[in-house]
């Protein structure tokens, strides 16, 4: 399975992105999508996470600004950020929660998306 993040970019303060994360490969099912960010010198944190089943939940710094939706026909997941502010400055990474499907058995597994570079000016 892999993951392509796309949509990063520079944007002012108080502007929007939309970050898209589409997966694909073979004998999968997706479960969870999610949205983690880095910043420099900081840890990964996650930010956003949508099940199969399309419940949503989001860290505090960026609820009512950013909302993260998905498209199962097309095992893609969004992340529309709203109101961007400098803090929101950090290298994006969707990651999914899969299961594995294959003769000898079913496995569920973590993949991660290249990361996508989000700067916001102040």
């Known amino acids: 399975v892999q993951l392509q993040a796309s949509g990063g970019g520079l944007v002012p303060a108080g502007g929007s992105l939309r970050l898209s994360c589409a997966a694909s490969?073979?004998?999968?099912?997706?479960?969870?999508m999610g949205w983690y960010r880095q910043a420099p010198g900081k840890q990964r944190d996650l930010v956003a996470v949508?099940?199969?089943?399309?419940?949503?939940n989001y860290a505090d710094s960026v609820k009512g600004r950013f909302t993260i939706s998905r498209d199962n026909a097309k095992n893609t997941v969004y992340l529309q950020m709203n109101s961007l502010k400098p803090e929101d400055t950090a290298v994006y990474y969707c990651?999914?929660?899969?299961?594995?499907?294959?003769?000898?058995?079913?496995?569920?597994?973590?993949?991660w998306g290249q990361g996508t570079l989000v700067t916001v000016s102040s």
């Open positions: 990651a999914a929660n899969v299961t594995i499907t294959q003769p000898i058995g079913t496995i569920l597994t973590d993949y």
């Open positions: 490969g073979s004998s999968f099912s997706i479960r969870a």
């Open positions: 949508i099940t199969s089943g399309g419940s949503t």
